[in-house]
């Protein structure tokens, strides 16, 4: 920059060599900023929110516990798909809280925006990312992009809340909300657990397990993950009851010992399927803890919770409870023990193994969710 002034003025002075630099230095276009509200926030099964971009409605707070009501103010999972032919894209926003980062979690995973393009073959591939470095922030994603229009995806923060947000592109040029994900009816997956799924500890929003599966299937997707706090609660029964999504994924265990999950599982499943009678739940094991190999303690807490969990599942499917699938969680971060950073909690390694495990069961359900959604009316 201060070779710039230093030179313009040389221009100003006659010097020839100076004023042809100077020329070639034009001013960018200004930018044109849009709240991202405009172009459609994606991850909310309720509208009526408390602030723009709540997870739980505004009826929720003194219905669920206070932990559950304050995770819920945390963006993860909520993203914005947007068409634009600008030649660079830029975000802000603020964040709900200075606290940044996490002692075994990245600030860019924490409270930064995660941006992926959709490539001609119609392939989600990550872009790039907004590090944040207070609680308000301007960063300029991308830059350099060659002439076209393309379909962009952007991820919020996944343990901070945001106050707003904005995308900015050149002036004059595109910026519009994206189409559908894909032909025909795609409700919404619906994924209910802990700090697993709210995405501790991934390093980015968008490789979070849920949010990896919404771009390899093409699908919506709304993450309702509880840091500490996914225990399967009446009340979250109820609230999880007014959705209608393609499938549920039901991923608590991590939160709960065995005599909670006894007592727990078969009132919240049975709540849901009175309201969704054919909707396909997906009950899920808790992962494996990397150390249990050696840890006597920690390998008994797998194993005394998927015993409750499989007499649960086993109970259900004998008295008639259809639409159920188990997983089981000794796969769900592979077996060499690489896959988290705390024993608990998924490096983006262990995101994207997990993601594997999952894709399996679920490509069948929300293909069958397709192919019933397309064919004559009647009820999914």
């Known amino acids: 920059m201060r070779f710039l002034v230093l030179c313009c003025l040389a221009a100003l002075l006659g010097a020839a060599s100076c004023t042809c630099l100077c020329a070639q230095s034009a001013p960018a276009p200004a930018l044109v ?38 995770l819920s103010r945390h963006s993860a999972g909520l993203c914005v798909r947007f068409v634009t032919d600008g030649s660079e894209i830029h975000a802000r926003w603020v964040l709900t809280s200075s606290r940044l980062a996490m002692p075994h ?33 301007a960063v300029r994603l991308v830059g350099e992009l060659p002439p076209g229009r ?47 799924q709210q995405g501790g500890c991934a390093s980015r ?3 979070v397990h849920s949010a990896i599966l919404g771009r390899r299937f093409q699908f919506p997707h709304i993450n309702l993950g509880f840091s500490g706090n996914g225990r399967m609660e009446s009340e979250l029964a109820g609230l999880l009851a007014e959705l209608d999504p393609s499938v549920f994924i039901l991923d608590c265990l991590p939160n709960m010992q ?40 920690k390998r008994g807490r797998n194993e005394a919770n998927r015993v409750a969990l499989r007499r649960a599942f086993q109970h259900l499917k004998q008295s008639g409870v259809r639409h159920l699938v188990y997983v089981e969680g ?4 592979g077996d060499d023990g690489e896959g988290t950073v705390d024993s608990s909690h998924p490096t983006d390694l262990g995101f994207m193994r997990q993601a594997d495990a999952l894709g399996k069961v679920l490509e069948p359900l ?7 959604a397309s064919g004559p009316k009647r009820a999914l």
């Open 258 to 297: 065995a005599a909670e999950v006894a007592e727990r599982v078969e009132p919240f499943v049975r709540r849901l399927r009175v309201a969704r009678p054919t909707t396909p739940m997906v009950l899920v094991e808790d992962r494996s803890y990397a150390d249990a190999f050696l840890i006597a303690s």
């Open 366 to 372: 929300l293909r069958r969710h397709q192919r019933l």
């Open 150 to 196: 393309r379909e962009y995806l952007l991820y919020l923060p996944l343990y901070n809340g945001t106050h707003w947000a904005e995308l900015g592109v050149p002036g004059g040029a595109v910026l519009a909300k994206a189409g559908p994900w894909g032909p025909g009816s795609r409700r919404p997956m619906v994924f209910y657990g802990t700090s697993i």
């Open 105 to 137: 979690m990245a600030a860019t995973g924490v409270s930064g925006v995660d941006l992926y393009v959709k490539t001609e073959r119609g392939r989600w591939r990550w872009l790039a990312v907004g590090r944040p470095e207070r609680q308000t922030n």
């Open 33 to 70: 900023w849009t709240d991202v509200r405009a172009l459609g926030v994606e991850g909310q099964g309720w509208c009526d929110t408390r602030a723009p971009f709540d997870r739980l409605p505004a009826k929720a707070e003194g219905v669920v516990r206070s932990a559950v009501w304050e």
């Open 330 to 333: 000794d796969g769900l971060l």
């Open 205 to 207: 929003p968008g490789m």
